[in-house]
């Protein structure tokens, strides 16, 4: 039972146009939303998280949306660049609980 | 900052070997994590120590025994592993203060491989 979902496996951006990533999730329980960017052979690197109790969250470059009716997220990167292609994993959590759900990642490409 | 270390970086292993892996972070997180992540995979969660107790174990086998013997230090001690094993195993910390949101800091990992 896959709880978070990210639909893309894949997605190819040119430099400086806009990265859109996206994520659904099952469980309404969930109240706490993460993405994180990984690179092979290293650890997932947090890059931004939201709270269900807000529907945006800005951070530089990066921008989470939530929308709880949808029970769907997504990552923007604004502007994208070669350094930014790597995995992205989005993840849920419960109140309370240690537990994260990841998602399968998708894989960024931004093209130089 | 929010550097979670673990050595070593590579681990090469038989099958009759017994070797840990460290894990350690300095930034006062009283909950700390194993993941395993294999290739195209997201990480899976192992075990949960929270207060340097365990609370999670996600049915692991005993040939994985975590060990948790300060607030800044996790260990994962590998017994008669199988091929099967091999894997991307990382460590993570979170401050887990109350029930609300709580972010975890992944260290680099460790890469594990066993012949």
């Known amino acids: 039972d896959q709880q978070v979902k990210q639909n893309s496996p894949s997605l190819s951006v040119q430099e400086g146009r806009i990265s859109i990533l996206n994520c659904d999730y099952t469980n309404s329980m969930f109240d706490y939303f993460l993405w994180y960017k990984k690179y092979p052979a290293e650890g997932p690197t947090f890059l931004i998280s939201?709270?269900?109790?807000?529907d945006k969250n800005e951070d530089g470059r990066f921008t989470v949306f939530l929308n709880k009716s949808a029970k769907h997220l997504s990552l923007h990167i604004v502007p994208s660049q070669p350094g930014d292609s790597a995995v992205y994993f989005c993840a849920a959590s419960a109140a309370g609980t240690y537990k994260y759900i990841f998602g399968t990642g998708t894989r960024l490409k931004v093209l130089a | 900052d929010t550097e979670v270390t673990q050595t070593p970086k590579h681990l090469v292993m038989g099958m009759t070997n017994k070797k840990s892996l460290k894990c350690e972070q300095h930034?006062?997180?009283?909950?700390m994590y194993w993941y395993k992540q294999k290739a195209k995979k997201p990480p899976e969660l192992m075990f949960v120590?929270?207060?340097?107790?365990?609370?999670i174990n996600e049915s692991v086998p005993s040939r994985f025994s975590p060990e948790c013997p300060n607030s800044s230090l996790l260990n994962l001690h590998l017994h008669a592993l199988q091929p099967e094993d091999s894997a991307l195993y990382l460590c993570?910390?979170?401050?887990?203060?109350?029930?609300?949101?709580?972010?975890?800091?992944f260290g680099p990992g460790t890469r594990l491989t066993v012949l």
């Open positions: 930034m006062g997180h009283r909950a």
């Open positions: 993570a910390s979170s401050h887990r203060q109350g029930l609300g949101p709580d972010t975890q800091y």
């Open positions: 939201i709270s269900s109790i807000k």
């Open positions: 120590y929270s207060y340097e107790k365990l609370s």
